[in-house]
């Protein structure tokens, strides 16, 4: 015998609802017509490309033996200022430190450009930090919020051409709390070409209001629509893309928002990010809002935004022992 539910109908006018409900969403899209950028089919002007092009800047800090004769499962890279000696600190000491995985070879690089201003003590502090650490590169161009497209693209250049035996990468920002051995476990089952994932954003537009953070010309981007990206707190990559990706740029024109930029450079080369999520419950696994902290919600998470050095290092600690206390038990840290 069904149970009563069946029997009554009620099965049926849901599945009409959801019907109708389904109907008016598609209904919907369909006004809302976007326009997405047409794919490039010629180089860009010179004047374009060298603003991104790797020959445009010099190496001040290099590490090109980092990747020699190892094959890292996945290299961190982590853009920052040379003032943010308190990040580099932390994250040397929590989620970027060697061996956290037990046989998993990670690898750990910062990015740098050149500050606005001559501070010779910093300097001279950010030199001897680079040679204790061997994990700092540096290049020539002026390191501000509206250069961080050229900082991503030096990146892209960098594991193209000194990280090629790594598996994946990731670009992940200094303010994010990383799970490593949930991203280890969750990459295994993944593909090691053609592939992306992070916080993927499929419905973003320009911003027109000239005072936005993100403000964005119809000169510079005429569409009204971006192809899907991911943000850029953290996104994770087979290697492979990182020549893709710099090849694309020398066809798609550069515009300041990075992670816009290399979604931009998908696009034209007809790759789409994947999601990252689970369902049942259904979850996001590079959480882009703040959450407030618990070990064992964390651990379900692989990213998590909002971190100053000081909090990182407070629930260190507190997070190690998520590993036997919470659910994948097998994912021991050290
Ligand atoms: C980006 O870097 C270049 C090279 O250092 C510099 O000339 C330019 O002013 C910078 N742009 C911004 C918006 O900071």
Known sequence: ??????????????????????????VFEKRNVVSLPQKPSRLLPKEFYRQISPLTYKYLLNQPDLCNNR???LVLMIPVSMRDSDSRTAI????????????????RVFFVGKPGQHDPQLEEDFKKEGMTHGDIVQMDFLDTYHNLTIKTMMIMNW???????ADYAMKIDADIFLNVPYLVHYLQTKPK????TGSVITDGRPRRDPNSKWHLSEEL????AFPPYVSGAGYVFSVDLAKKISMASKFVRPIPLEDVYVGLCLHFLGIQPEFAWTLM????????????YDRCTFAKRIIVTGFTPKNLMDIWTD???AATSCYFSSLVMH
């Open 1 to 26: 015998m069904p149970p009563k539910f069946l029997r009554s109908g009620v099965l049926l006018r849901l599945l009409v609802l959801a019907a109708l409900i389904a109907l008016s969403l598609y």
């Open 71 to 73: 094959n890292p499962f």
């Open 92 to 107: 040397r000491k929590t989620w970027g430190q060697p061996n956290l995985v037990p046989h998993v070879d990670i690898a």
């Open 159 to 165: 594991v193209a051409n000194f990280c090629r035996s």
């Open 193 to 196: 070409h053609n592939y992306i």
């Open 221 to 224: 981007y005429p569409d009204n």
């Open 281 to 292: 419950p259904y979850r996001n696994l590079f959480e882009v809002y703040r959450l407030h």
């Open 319 to 321: 997070f190690k022992s």
